[in-house]
Nanobody, 126 residues
Framework: QVRLVESGGGSVQAGGSLLLTCAAS????????MGWFRQAPGKEREGVAS???????SYAVSVGGRFTISKDNAKNTLYLQMRSLKPEDTAMYYC????????????????????WGQGTQVTVSS
């Protein structure tokens, strides 16, 4: 059974940092492209960062230079290091996975992705 379980969310002040973790089970993460998405109340879901099986990464313009995505294939785990957080980063963050897609495609085609986690809430106060 495929599972993606996010953790690491919380409440921080603007300028702070958080490390999100997505633990994958039921499939081999090294053979999947994976990414982070977020959705704030009243807003559309947004691709945040993604990484493909070759290690290529893609980022939303809004988070470039502040967020870093990485994957530990030995641990079957995806990470999102978030720094210099802003109130506009407040959202529910989800990880997702799909096979045979590149990082940029994954970031912009959320509706086509196979597997999703339940999400972890990130709240940034000013």
């Amino acid at each position: 059974q495929v599972r993606l379980v996010e953790s690491g969310g919380g409440s921080v002040q603007a300028g702070g940092s958080l490390l999100l973790t997505c633990a994958a089970s039921g499939f081999t993460a090294s053979t999947y492209s994976m990414g982070w998405f977020r959705q704030a109340p009243g807003k559309e879901r947004e691709g945040v960062a993604s990484i493909d099986t070759s290690g290529h990464t893609s980022y939303a313009v809004s988070v470039g230079g502040r967020f870093t995505i990485s994957k530990d294939n030995a641990k079957n785990t995806l990470y999102l290091q978030m720094r210099s957080l802003k109130p506009e980063d407040t959202a529910m963050y989800y990880c997702a996975a799909a096979r045979f897609v590149g990082s940029s495609w994954l970031l912009t085609n959320a509706d086509a992705l196979q597997y999703w986690g339940q999400g972890t809430q990130v709240t940034v106060s000013s």
